[in-house]
T-cell receptor, first 118, second 111 residues
């Protein structure tokens, strides 16, 4: 149970283009999903919290106009990196919390998306 | 000072060894403690989840939490080459607070 699918697993794009990453909960509904960014040998850094049907909550220092998050259904959240630049190259990971689970339940993660901007 | 400190390693051990992985933290409000395993280019996989102080065992894995010392540990018995991965500790307080992750310790188990 609690399978989170992330797509694509890797993507290469040119500077200035936009890239969309999908995060799906396969066997459960997820009112809340989280987007993280991970640099090599560094910890997971929370970028934003995505809530179904409402605007995402962004962490301090994360540009909401650059990292567009949409959570249109209980099983899908998307992260769009707009006007990507080489410094946006990173490993992006989503996680989901099953609807009805309390805040203290552990997070289940997707397999991540490796973004390389050339 | 980071909220969660974790030695990045790498830690290299022979197959069959007992591995000890540790994290320290500064926020006394943390109540929930987790260990995740992350293989290269994959997302983190939940290994252990504990509440407050004490021990929890699951197969070859034992998690310990010492809240008085703000110190948590993960022990791996009879380590296998397949245990080679990065191990992330994570913790949070009660309520809607975000989960804070350590930087991860890279473990190599040599056959």
């Amino acid at each position: 149970g609690a399978v989170v699918s992330q797509h694509p697993s890797w993507v290469i794009c040119k500077s200035g283009t936009s890239v969309k990453i999908e995060c799906r909960s396969l066997d459960f509904q997820a009112t809340t999903m989280f987007w993280y960014r991970q640099f090599p040998k560094q910890s997971l850094m929370l970028m934003a919290t995505s809530n179904e049907g409402s605007k995402a909550t962004y962490e301090q220092g994360v540009e909401k106009d650059k990292f567009l998050i949409n959570h249109a259904s209980l099983t899908l959240s998307t992260l769009t990196v707009t006007s990507a630049h080489p410094e946006d190259s990173s490993f992006y990971i989503c996680s989901a919390r099953e609807t009805g689970q309390d805040y203290n339940s552990p997070l289940h993660f997707g397999n991540g998306t490796r973004l390389t901007v050339t | 000072q980071k909220e969660v400190e974790q030695d990045p390693g790498p830690l290299s051990v022979p197959e069959g060894a007992i591995v000890s992985l540790n994290c320290t933290y500064s926020n006394s409000a943390f109540q929930y403690f987790m260990w995740y395993r992350q293989y290269s280019r994959k997302g983190p996989e939940l290994l252990m989840y504990t509440y407050s102080s004490g021990n929890k065992e699951d197969g070859r894995f034992t998690a310990q939490v010492d809240k008085s010392s703000k110190y948590i540990s993960l022990f791996i018995r009879d380590s296998q080459p397949s245990d080679s991965a990065t191990y992330l500790c994570a913790m949070r307080g009660t309520g809607g607070f975000k989960t804070i992750f350590g930087a991860g310790t890279r473990l190599f188990v040599k056959a």
